[in-house]
């Protein structure tokens, strides 16, 4: 269900969050060619592109089918992914980041973070905690897929074991898109029902419209595309750190960003 549209130009005033993401140089290539993706920072779908560093991830891995391989790069790699496909059709790209921490003079910065995340009533959560509202940070890890059609790009998303994860319901490259494509929400067994879910789409000349959407009792959100486009769906999980983390890091909460790319072909 569509609850906003907002159309934003790369000069916008910035939003109080970053995105992290996987972007193909192409979402389709050959069976014989080879999957290349930045991994990207930044706001509104357009950041910084960052480097192969294994010391900056916990897993970086490849799937079609039933198979799966490693991202095996060199460190200061760009793009990122430069690999041959695990095989013919829908292929997976999966990374998760390592734990990093951000830090908030205010709360009315954490506040404006929580309002556009639709996380609800956190302040009077942490004042139950007894916490202080100035100087405290957050930890925070990036759980991000992208599909690449290869081939005959026939296939299917599945679940590859992140903690939070988005799975596409729908190949944008095989499957009839005029009903939309869909997504299902996850948190470790579970689907995250009546969630909001932000949706970036791309135009091949750059611009950019964010709509956000909920999901339904089933954790599954159907969203409209259009051929030519590139997208990004994001989904954040709020949550008390565990004890070990939260000594270890210093931090009073804890974030977990889901985040899937796609394309649809023209």
Do not use: C
């Not at 193909?24 to 560093?53: C, H, M, R, W």
């Amino acid at each position: 269900m569509r609850i906003l549209s907002l159309i934003l130009s790369l000069v916008a005033a910035p939003v109080a969050a970053h995105e992290f993401w996987l972007e193909p140089v192409a979402y389709q290539v050959a069976a014989d060619g080879s999957l290349e993706a930045d991994i990207v920072n930044g706001q509104n779908f357009t950041g910084s592109k960052l480097a192969y560093l294994p010391q900056r991830f916990a897993n970086f891995v490849l799937f079609a089918d039933d198979a799966a391989a490693r991202v095996q790069g060199r460190p200061g790699d760009m793009p990122a992914l430069q690999q041959a496909p695990v095989g013919e059709g829908l292929n997976i790209a999966a990374y998760q980041a390592k734990n990093a921490t951000v830090s908030y003079e205010n709360w009315e910065k954490f506040q404006n973070f929580v309002d556009h995340k639709d996380f609800g009533d956190v302040l009077t959560r942490h004042r139950e905690r007894g916490l202080p509202e100035d100087g405290f940070s957050e930890v925070y890890s990036r759980y991000s897929k992208t599909l690449f059609g290869v081939g005959n790009s026939i296939g299917a998303d599945r679940r590859v074991g992140l903690e939070t994860e988005i799975v596409a319901l729908t190949n944008p490259y095989t499957d009839d898109l005029s009903d939309g494509m869909r997504v299902q929400l996850f948190y470790r067994e579970n689907v995250r029902a009546d969630t909001q879910v932000e949706v970036f789409q791309k135009a091949a000349d750059g611009n950019v419209t964010v709509e956000l959407y909920r999901t339904d009792a089933q954790g599954i959100a159907s969203i409209p595309v259009q051929p030519g486009y590139s997208y990004m769906v994001d989904a954040v999980v709020l949550r008390e750190p565990n004890d070990a983390l939260a000594e270890l890091t210093g931090s009073y909460w804890e974030t977990l960003w889901a985040n899937l790319t796609f394309a649809v072909p023209e």
